[in-house]
């Protein structure tokens, strides 16, 4: 039985003592031991987070990483980094950095590889465009995306891995997909990751759906067969959270 596993992605918003007020909020609402809680924040925000978040069960993860170890990368940040901060995940390959940091199939690769080689859990984003819903290649570009992410992962490793689906037409538009829609995509991301590596594999990773999910849907996507949880934006910054994470009470 795989456990849910719920994350904030709070892309580009909370200063440093706004993350710990939220923080501060959130900590006694969203202990539910059924669950892991991730909070994703910014990287100025972690080392705050962490020690605000400390005595609770919320795991704490970066929003981005560069695949390199040290040296002149202006503005970028280090496996390392993360992992003496106390970082435990971080998000690869989000929809945002592809779409506007241009980033591709072959750079999240090579991050995820770094992330394992450092013992980060990284939450490997995929998803498709409205366009590409409509021309029918949903499935195909998502397998695409997975197949390249996962070039030289283990299947041990796999095992650990988290994998986002995320519709981009369904980020920030307040439209979240249907969850039969959420579920047939990512039945066929864990059947995909069951041809890359074996069952055992496919059954033991987990996979998340994002894209305006709020407590209203989360109850419906995350009792579907293959989805463990959620990547969650704009109602990850509020009290709403904690009745995301709490969504079978
Ligand atoms: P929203 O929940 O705001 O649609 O964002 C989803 C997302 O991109 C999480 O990574």
């Not at 971080?90 to 991050?111: C, D, M, P, Q, W």
Request: proline share 4%.
């Amino acid at each position: 039985m795989r456990k849910k596993i719920i994350a904030g992605n709070w892309k580009m918003n909370k200063t440093p003592s706004e993350a710990v007020a939220l923080v501060e909020l959130l900590k006694p609402l969203v202990n539910n031991p059924d669950v892991d809680v991730v909070f994703c924040v910014p990287a100025i925000d972690i080392i705050p987070v962490i020690e605000a978040a400390k005595g609770s069960n919320i795991g704490v993860g970066a929003e981005n990483m560069y695949y390199e170890e040290s040296g002149a990368y202006t503005g970028e940040i280090s496996p390392d980094m993360l992992t003496d901060a106390g970082c435990s995940y971080v998000i690869l390959g989000h929809s945002e950095r592809r779409g506007y940091f241009a980033e591709t199939n072959e750079s999240v690769n090579k991050k995820v590889l770094k992330a394992f080689e450092h013992g980060l859990i990284p939450i490997i984003c995929c998803g498709e465009s409205l366009e590409q819903r409509e021309q029918g290649i949903t499935i195909d570009w998502i397998r695409q995306q997975v197949k390249i992410a996962f070039l030289g992962v283990s299947a041990d490793q796999t095992k650990t891995a988290i994998i986002a689906y995320e519709p981009i037409w369904a980020i920030g538009t307040g439209k979240t997909a249907t969850a039969d829609q959420a579920e047939e995509v990512c039945k066929a991301i864990r059947s995909c990751i069951g041809e890359i590596y074996d069952q055992e594999t496919a059954d033991a990773i987990r996979i998340q759906y994002g894209g305006s999910v709020n407590a209203k849907t989360a109850p419906e996507l995350f009792a579907m067969p293959d989805i463990d949880g959620g990547l969650v934006g704009g109602a990850a910054l509020k009290a709403e959270f904690a009745d995301i994470v709490n969504y079978k009470k």
